[in-house]
């Protein structure tokens, strides 16, 4: 079983940049497709972006797109969300997620492994 750790997160000003990491255990993770979601308080998990095992693949929440880049060295187990222009509006607990389907998924449900979120706060 894939174990998923997340860091980078942070407090930043409105404007500013942050690299979040996603550490995969397991010689399997190289299978898995992965996904950032986001959750801010009183609200549900939505997603953010995924990228597939290869690389070749990525899809971005329409409220992240063209300021956020997500990618995947395998060779280090660890895929990367470069989240730059960042607004009040992207303060969450930030969490990547695993799963084995070829086709990204948007919906938090389809994913199988869950690492336990890291908090990213934007200030004005």
């Known amino acids: 079983q894939v174990r998923l750790v997340e860091s980078g997160g942070g407090l930043v000003q409105a404007g500013g940049s942050l690299r979040l990491s996603c550490a995969g255990s397991g010689r399997t993770f190289i299978n898995y497709s992965v996904g950032w979601f986001r959750q801010a308080p009183g609200k549900e998990r939505e997603f953010v972006a995924a990228i597939n095992w290869a690389s070749t693949t990525t899809n971005y929440a329409d409220s992240v797109r063209g300021r956020f880049i997500i990618s995947r060295d395998n060779a280090k187990n660890t895929v990367y969300l470069q989240m730059n222009s960042l607004k009040r509006e992207d303060t969450a607990v930030y969490y990547c997620?695993?799963?084995?389907?070829?086709?990204?998924?948007?919906?938090?449900?389809?994913?199988?492994?869950w690492g336990q979120g890291t908090q990213v706060t934007v200030s004005s």
């Open positions: 997620a695993g799963d084995l389907d070829l086709v990204l998924r948007t919906i938090p449900s389809s994913y199988d492994v």
